[in-house]
């Protein structure tokens, strides 16, 4: 049996990867832990509490996090904790930072004490900056780091923190760059259930005039099973890229959402862009087949109309939510 401490764990990918390992790992160990601001929940943990350990607490929180890894002798930590929201960061640049950068360095120290067994980190595509929409590019794990806005910077910097207590302390550490996540129980200022839910209301839905800018889209499943085999398989010290080279617009998102819900293309409106928006992303993933064996599962049509119907599905679930969200579109 394994003992893990998983951050981020009542947000959207968090949960879901707590969900997915104790299905795959039933005799392990969980500490769920997180801070529970605006986009974390507990009731994203609701199906699997009884056989978790849920802590409410910040990775910032030194003793905290100590105790909980030697009361629980924890052999794995793996860190989703993160401020992710591209418009809140370009409104309150500074929170991401901290969370971000100090507060994974914060957990790292920790990791380093209690000497853990694997660090694996949670990054993002956005680390590289943007790509031409013409380029035939992709970022591979060598692409150098060129990022353009706050939550780019943050994430980045917290990768270098990552790299560093591997190269100087001797921390065994792994670190995935993901795609862009959907799927169900993500908070509703995501691109995907923002939509939705703005079409379940009767809401026009905000498109940026660059509306041809393109994301590289993975099911949060797979990116769960991509972390799994990085825990198993990967080699320490090594980053592995998660994507599925299917690539969409965000007019062509809220196509599909108007499509899936029987809606016309009238309920499409175009709003400013947001400073530093991103052109273009799009990952080489060929390492991750390679040493881990991974390969995504999800066919992308598929997972989000599946997706829009569970949040069709689940209003009790995100109407709470929608005055949780800090950030409003256009208030640059």
Sequence with gaps: MTSLLVTGA????????????????????????????????????????????????????????????????TEIVVNFAAESHNSLAVLDPGRFFHTNVVGTQNLLEVCREAKVERFHHISTCEVYGDL??????????????????????????????????????????????????????????????????????????????SSDNRREWIHVLDHCRAVEAALLKGRTGETYHVGTGVEASVEQLADLVLDELGLPSTMKEWVPDRPGHDRRYLLDSSKAGRELGWQPQVPFDEGVRETIRWYAENRDWWEPLKDRRPAVEGSW
């Design 10 to 73: 009542a947000g959207f990918i968090g949960s879901h990867f707590v969900r997915h390992w104790l299905g795959q790992h039933p005799g392990d160990t969980v500490v769920a832990l997180d801070a529970l601001t605006y986009a974390g929940s507990v009731t994203n943990l609701a199906d699997v509490h009884d056989n978790i350990v849920f802590a409410r607490g910040d990775i910032g929180d030194a003793p905290f996090v100590r105790r909980l890894l030697d009361e629980h002798r």
């Design 132 to 209: 031409s929409l013409r380029s035939t590019e992709t970022f591979s794990e060598s692409s150098p780091y060129r990022p353009r806005t706050p939550y780019n910077a943050s994430k980045a910097g917290a990768d270098h923190a990552v790299r560093a207590y591997h190269e100087t302390f001797g921390l065994p550490v792994t670190i995935t760059n993901c795609a862009n996540n959907y799927g169900s129980h993500q908070f509703p200022e995501k691109v995907l259930p923002l939509f939705t839910t703005r079409a379940l209301d009767g809401q026009p839905l905000p498109l940026y005039k």
